[in-house]
């Protein structure tokens, strides 16, 4: 079932089903490469931030951009 990727334990793997962000923080999350089918590992989550690595780079992101990125376990 899909959820977002804020709510997703550390450690996991997920996969990207959809974004729920448009303007200018859709355009960079899809930058990042978070896009659907992207396999996505979360590798920590802390207070109001969910570091996370697709393919070999590491990103540190919100509590609130992290929940607009839908995914499902893997």
Do not use: N
């Amino acid at each position: 079932m899909p959820s977002p990727l804020a709510e997703a334990p550390a450690p996991s793997e997920c996969v990207v089903v959809r974004l729920d962000a448009a303007g200018g923080l859709g355009r960079e999350l899809r930058a990042l490469g978070l896009v659907p089918g992207t396999v996505v590992r979360v590798l920590r989550r802390g207070r109001g931030h969910v570091l996370v690595a697709i393919e070999d780079a590491r990103y540190s992101l919100g509590e609130d951009v992290a929940r607009t990125v839908v995914v499902r376990r893997r």
